[in-house]
């Protein structure tokens, strides 16, 4: 590789390491026991449990919607959801408004059997480390600043691994030069476990990327697919009596056979028109299971007006969701995520100690920093 080419790579490596490094470790931080964030809520108490009565049918939705209202005076419903992973809860999504923001909604969890309030969704502190994770607290400005730190990660790693490659040449793989200085024994360390994490930063961090586009492709999918759908019934007005959930759900499983509800979007709401219900359904595979098909349907009548799939890019929004916390593959895949997790920390950690230790052993002091890997 040329001396040009290489210094070219170096400075992408620096900046973009560093421009990124503090937000990078945020997101690690916050990312490590978020992977672990049902067992945290369970063993704090804060994840609602359902009665041992699997065996007994479940309760009309519609009871279940009633209980929600009657425990949220004033309020409207904006969504009910089924957990694939708690076949037992049902939970009601309550808001001021069918078009609140999210913020503002308040999560409550039922039994689906004997529809018994069993207490709210997504309190305790996995909240805030949920919002510092997603969007610090800055709405979609937030998540957008985040999305674009994930790139700069991105281009960070690459270019790393260009620059190592050429390295690798004059040390064995792995190799740790024992007796040497601190500095270097740090870049060995910094070199072996960038090279291990490679993968898994990469597709961590892309997922990351994409999932900061929510709702951006949100708002495509509305102005677009979603619009066709409705286009028939344009200038309708909003239902003045809502159709029964029960109905909503017979036929929305008709209109979709061999799939179950993942989430209702009452009309009103983001994911929904201004007149109909749109059913969310998701297969019975692990992949399958992953992806939903709406299902459209009319807010007075619960009449199927249309069903379609969605477009790729939300499809691929909803199999970024998983792989990024490593929640498909139950808890041994969970200590995985949780392990590269803990190495990518050190790996940035001491990405800064090598620039910040390289600047003062530099004798001038205006001279521009070269990457790690290459010092």
């Known amino acids: 590789m040329k001396a040009r080419t290489v210094r070219l790579w170096?400075?992408?490596h620096t900046w973009t390491s560093l421009i990124s490094t503090v937000f990078l470790l945020l997101l690690c931080l916050t990312g490590l026991p978020l992977i672990f964030h049902h067992e945290i809520d369970e063993l704090l108490g804060y994840a609602p449990q359902s009665d041992p009565a699997a065996a007994q049918p479940a309760a009309p939705v519609q009871r279940?919607?009633?209980?929600?209202?009657?425990?949220?005076?004033?309020r409207v419903l904006q969504y009910i959801s089924w957990d694939k992973d708690e076949p037992g809860i049902i939970t009601a999504f309550t808001n001021g408004a069918p078009d609140g923001i999210p913020d503002n909604a308040t999560v409550r969890a039922f039994d689906a059997v004997t529809a018994k309030l069993l207490g709210p969704v997504g309190a305790g502190p996995m909240l805030i480390v949920l919002k510092l994770h997603t969007d610090m607290f800055a709405g979609q400005a937030g998540k957008l600043f985040l999305g674009a730190m994930g790139l700069l990660f991105a281009i960070a790693i690459i270019s790393g691994v260009v620059l190592y490659w050429p390295f690798t040449r004059r040390l064995r793989f792995a190799t740790i030069r024992q007796g040497s200085t601190r500095r270097v024994q740090w870049l060995d360390w910094?070199?072996?476990?960038?090279?291990?994490?490679?993968?898994?930063a990469l597709v961590v961090g892309l997922t990351g990327v994409v999932n900061t586009w929510a709702e951006l492709m949100l708002s495509r999918w509305k102005a677009t697919e979603l619009a066709q759908m409705v286009a028939p019934y344009a200038g309708r007005p909003p239902p003045s009596r809502l159709a029964s959930l029960d109905d909503?759900?017979?036929?929305?499983?008709l209109a979709a056979p061999g799939m179950e509800i993942s989430f209702i979007a009452f009309p009103g709401t983001p994911f929904s028109s201004s007149h109909?219900?749109?059913?969310?359904?998701?297969?019975?595979?692990?992949?399958?299971?992953?992806?939903?098909?709406?299902v459209l349907l009319d807010g007075e009548t619960a009449e199927v007006a249309d069903s379609r799939a969605l477009p790729i890019y939300l499809q691929a929004l909803l199999l970024s969701?998983?792989?990024?916390?490593?929640?498909?593959?139950?808890m041994p895949l969970k200590v995985v995520w949780a392990a590269l997790d803990v190495m990518t920390i050190v790996v940035i950690g001491s990405g800064l100690y090598l620039w910040l230790a390289g600047r003062r052993k530099r004798a001038p002091p205006a001279a521009s920093p070269a990457p790690a890997l290459l010092q």
Do not use: C, E
């Open 321 to 330: 969701q998983p792989l990024h916390f490593g929640d498909y593959g139950g």
């Open 10 to 12: 170096s400075v992408v």
């Open 276 to 294: 109909h219900f749109v059913a969310f359904m998701r297969g019975d595979t692990p992949l399958t299971s992953r992806l939903l098909k709406p």
């Open 64 to 74: 279940i919607a009633d209980a929600a209202l009657a425990a949220d005076p004033g």
């Open 190 to 200: 910094h070199n072996l476990l960038g090279a291990v994490t490679i993968v898994w």
């Open 248 to 253: 909503v759900v017979v036929r929305a499983k």
